[in-house]
């Protein structure tokens, strides 16, 4: 099947008109879409035309806060993909860039069905995919065409390589004077560790993350997601916001945003450095504990399972202690304050976790919420899926996968209630628009698209 096919559907009737940040019809009076016969013959794939034209109108929202913005995305895997991925949501027109044999490496990332990651569908979608190999002359020639049509260009290779491939920010502005670099790098663009590999794992540990993490008298260890790739994405996609507003509010000029993962990281650490500069404080791991926040921790309960009590603040403890039938810590002076619970800590977590291990986690629940204590189960994917808040906040969103599969998809937040970002369409086949961008962008022809794609540079 025409690859376009594969994502053109989801495009046909919002492109009668031009709307800011999208295509417009072209003069010849050809739709920038598949063709009707194309958008029929994927929609049998589907299971029918009729419900495939249903879930077109639920993939139509409205243009987003960031409609009319141009992103070429260059990066791979998570870091950069997860910044262009949350702009793409709020209506950027991303370009996304791939290698042409096997596209992003996420693309066969963990869970695969019928050929592709489910993680991809999230990450690469309302994106247009193309295949482009920078490694060569022709492809940084083509890359180069395409920053003098963007706003931002987005990486997240080793500092260095944008520059052996003459796509460098001194080269980029020479094309495009207003054009914004986002880099995204273990390290960052400078100092004596720049050049080293930096992925995420190895970012948390350096920025100080997992040395606060696990139990005390355990190595550290690591949250099973790669955190510090999607706070690097999010710094990066805040520092794209900021560097736009500054260019197109303020009059100002384009600029290089230079991410590191470790300092992302960082970002996160809380107090910990003045803490240790000034008085000689070292954070350490305390396992289900928050250190020097108390009392604040997971515990068992009678059924097996864990909750979460955040009772730090005052009267909150009071709340608890009272409705565990504690009154006597409830009233008790020592615990009054923060800095004398956190003096005494076991002997609280001690009293908490004999009243929770003699009820049951949805019991202990129910009595804490009924106190306003806050609290809650601590719930895998399975849970979540079911939870009947997530449903009423809109969380999930149901698409269909090319073979015409439902799946979950989370929705993006924030949620904006002026301009709310949306799903066009999940992520497309490697690809997808080639023709879209190179003949329409780029003005290629047909031949020449059939010649670069024989040579292996799209």
Known sequence: ?????????????????????????????????????????????????????????????????????????????????????????????????????????????????????????????????????????????????????????????????????????????????????????????????????GFAAVAEAFGGLRYVTGEPDRPPVRPNLSLGDSVAGLHAALGISMALYHRDARGGSGQVIDVALYESVLNLMEGTIPEFDLAGVKRERAGMRLTGIVPSGTYLCADGAYIVIGANGDSIFRRLMTAMGREDLANDARLAQNDGRSRHVDEIDVAISAWTNRHHSREAIRLLEKADVPSGPIYSAAEMVEDAHYRERGVYEEVKLPGGQSVKLPTVAPKLTGTPGGLRWIGPPLGAHNNEVYRDWLGLPAAELARLKAEGVI
């Open 1 to 197: 099947m025409d690859p376009d096919a594969a994502t053109g559907w989801s495009r046909a009737k919002s492109e009668d008109k031009e709307i800011p940040g999208r295509f417009a019809p072209r003069n010849d009076g050809r739709r920038m879409t598949a063709s009707a016969e194309q958008i029929q013959s994927f929609a049998g794939e589907l299971g029918g035309k009729q419900k495939h034209m249903s879930a077109h109108e639920k993939l139509s929202p409205g243009p987003g806060p960031l409609a009319g913005i141009k992103v070429l995305e260059l990066g791979q895997a998570i870091a950069g993909p997860f910044a262009a991925a949350f702009l793409a949501w709020f209506g950027a027109e991303v370009i996304k860039a791939e290698p042409p044999e096997n596209g992003d490496p996420l693309r066969n990332w963990r869970v695969v069905y019928e050929g592709t990651s489910l993680w991809w569908y999230s990450m690469a979608r309302n994106k247009k995919c193309v295949t482009l190999n920078l490694r060569v002359q022709e492809g940084q020639r083509i890359a180069r065409e395409l920053t003098k049509r963007v706003d931002v260009v987005l990486e997240n290779f080793r500092p260095g390589t944008l520059e052996k491939w003459g796509l460098g920010y001194e080269e980029l502005k020479k094309e495009n004077s207003r054009i914004i670099l986002a880099r995204i790098s273990g390290y960052g663009q400078s100092g004596r560790n720049a050049q080293k590999p």
